[in-house]
């Protein structure tokens, strides 16, 4: 090989080398190009914060949908099991998923073998395919309500939706629903860990469940609770919600994790539950009195001035009290 290089002219030594160094140069773009999802920086500043001994949460930003989070909102967390990964609503997007993996990788080389999403909403599962691309064996589980309701065309709106916010940073990710059903009143063995499983009525969303975590004494909450983050209702009840949140708090366990915000103790779902019962119950005694929502608006809202600094109170609010009021005047022919 030696003397065969030695034979070439200056010329042909340099256009080999050239050669060689383009080759080495695109093997490592192209490394680059498939580790680009990994390497985002935005995503750097999200580390998985240690709740018990094997339970990990990612405590998403508050805002909603937009260019600057590339769609990451939620909480995604993983349960850390003798032999496998368990993960509870994965994220928005591809870049989200990958996000996830990545602090899974840097806690432990076991595969991800279930899936769980906590409600149809897509910041919370549309990550799932790539989660499924990386471990193709793994289960995802959701309530029944949830798969038809996605698969009827929800999931298709919330993945333009997430491009559409993004600015076509979403663009690339891909639906994949859910294949498990699991429902109120059902216990799930997943990965050598029980969880029981807790809804009631419709809810946040009417496709909702609350994953409880039995041996952690942990609660996956989904967008039930948000911690100092006010949650759209648009698909929800109010009157079912908050029995939701009373579940959660018979409960009594140790750690709960919100669908949006900081991860806490019972004390968190017991601020949600004031926030939705205070404003419902405002609500109802305003409409008894002829009261429109316009009117009712700035007396509610003095009632609840310790949720004012609570993101999206701006936003959401005055759509609660018209909301409520819809469901309170429907009420009274039920």
Known sequence: MMRRL?????????TITFELIMKIIFFFVSLFVSQSIIAEPFFE??????ITNNVYVIHGPKEFPNVKNRGFMNNPAFIVADKSVVVIDPGSTYETGEMVLREIKKITDKPVSHIFNTHVHGDHWLANDIVIQHFPGA?????????????A?????????????????????????PTLTASN?????AAGLTF???????????TDIMIEYVEGSTLFTGDNVGHERILRMDDGSFRDLIKTLDKAISLNLTHYVPGHGMTGDVKIVHLQREYFATLYKQVSIYTDEGLEDFEMKPKIMRQLLKFTDWFGFDDQFGKHVSLAKLEFEKAEFE
């Not at 030695?6 to 340099?14: A, P, S």
């Not at 065309?153 to 639906?175: P, S």
């Not at 009143?185 to 063995?189: A, L, R």
Request: charged share 25%.
């Open 6 to 14: 030695g034979q070439l002219n200056k010329d042909q030594l340099v």
């Open 185 to 189: 009143g059902e216990q799930v063995k």
């Open 153 to 177: 065309g929800e999931g298709k709106n919330w993945l333009d939706y997430m491009i559409r916010l993004t600015g076509g940073i979403a663009e690339g990710t891909k639906i994949t629903y």
């Open 45 to 50: 500043q999200f580390k998985a914060q240690k």
């Open 139 to 151: 289960k995802i589980i959701a309530d029944p309500r949830m798969i038809k309701k996605a698969k």
């Open 196 to 206: 029981n499983i807790h809804s009631v009525g419709i809810g946040h969303s009417g």
